[in-house]
C-alpha cells in the first residue's frame, strides 16, 4: 500500500477543489486512498506526489479525468425523492395546457436514473409536445453510463410499474435480471459533460432545473457561485430543485423558497 502523506493529500483536497469545486474534509484520507491507489499501480508509480505530478500535464488529460471521476460520489436511485417529480409532473401538466413544452435540466445527472425519471414525468404528460430534457455531470465515467441507460433490476425499485411497463425494456437471456430504458426515450435526452464550477455558456435557459445531492460536496463559497450560476439559466418563474438535505440558506438572491429544497426565480 503506498502512504498518502499529510502533505499530499492537501494537496489532493487542492486539486480536487480547483477541478470539481469539491472541499474534502479532513477525514476523507482513508476514501482518497481507497479510490485512487488502484491507478497508482496501475501507472506503476510510488508515491501520490508523482501521482499528482503526472495529473499537472498536458498530455494526461485522460488521467486528470479518471482522477475526477474517482474522487467524484455518484449515488442516486429512480424516483429518489419523490415529491420533486410530483411537483414536475403538475407544473408539465400545466404548462401542457397551454400548449408549452417544458424544458429541464439534470445538472448532475450520475449514472442516469434522475433523468430519465424526470423524462417518464415528461413523455407521461407531456407526450409528444417537444419537450427538451439536458442532462449534464462532470464525469465521463457517469455519462457513458447514463447513456446506455441499463441498470440492474435491483436498481430500478423504485420506477412506477406503469412507467416500468411503458418505458422500459425487461432483459432476456444474457441480459436477464436487467432493464434497460427504451431506445425512443433515451433518445430524448441531451446528455453533456458539463463542470458546474465552470461557465456554462450557451446552453439556453430552463423551466425547472434539478441541482440535487450534488452542493454536499461544495463548501459555501463554491455554492453561492454555482447557484447564482443557475439562477441564470432559469427562467423567471422557473423552478430549482435541490436535494432534501441541503439548503440555500443565504445563497438564494434572486429565488424565493416555495417548500423545502424548491425554490422559484423572481
Ligand atoms: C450524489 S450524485 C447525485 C445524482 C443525482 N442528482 C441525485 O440526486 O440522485 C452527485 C453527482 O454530482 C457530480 N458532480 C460533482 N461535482 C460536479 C461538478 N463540479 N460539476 C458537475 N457535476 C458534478 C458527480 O459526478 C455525481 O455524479
Partial sequence: ?????????????????????????????????GRLERRLRERRLTSYAQYLALLRAPQEAAELQQAIDLLTTNETYFFRE????????????????????????????SSGEEPYSIAMVLADAQG???????????????????????????????IP???????????????AGTLLVQRALRERVRFAQENLVRALPGLGTFDVIFLRNVMIYFDS??????????????????????????????????LRALAPSVYQRL
Fill in 1 to 33: 500500500m503506498v502512504e498518502l502523506g499529510d502533505r499530499e493529500f492537501r494537496q489532493v483536497q487542492a486539486f480536487i477543489h480547483e477541478a470539481a469545486g469539491i472541499s474534502l474534509s479532513a477525514n476523507k484520507k482513508a476514501l482518497v486512498t
Fill in 82 to 109: 419523490p415529491r420533486h417529480f410530483e411537483l414536475l409532473r403538475a407544473l408539465a401538466l400545466d404548462a401542457g395546457r397551454a400548449g408549452r413544452p417544458l424544458r429541464v435540466w439534470s445538472a448532475a445527472c
Fill in 128 to 158: 409528444e409536445l417537444g419537450w427538451e430534457l439536458l442532462a449534464s455531470d462532470i464525469s465521463t465515467r457517469m455519462l457513458a453510463r447514463a447513456r446506455a441507460g441499463h441498470y440492474p433490476h435491483t436498481r430500478t425499485e423504485g
Fill in 161 to 175: 410499474p406503469a412507467y416500468r411497463q411503458r418505458f422500459c425494456l425487461r432483459g432476456t437471456g444474457p441480459q
Fill in 221 to 254: 463559497d463554491t455554492k453561492r457561485e454555482v447557484v447564482a450560476r443557475l439562477v441564470t439559466a432559469l427562467n423567471r418563474g422557473g423552478h430549482l430543485l435541490i436535494g432534501h438535505s441541503e439548503s440555500l440558506t443565504g445563497l438564494h438572491d434572486g
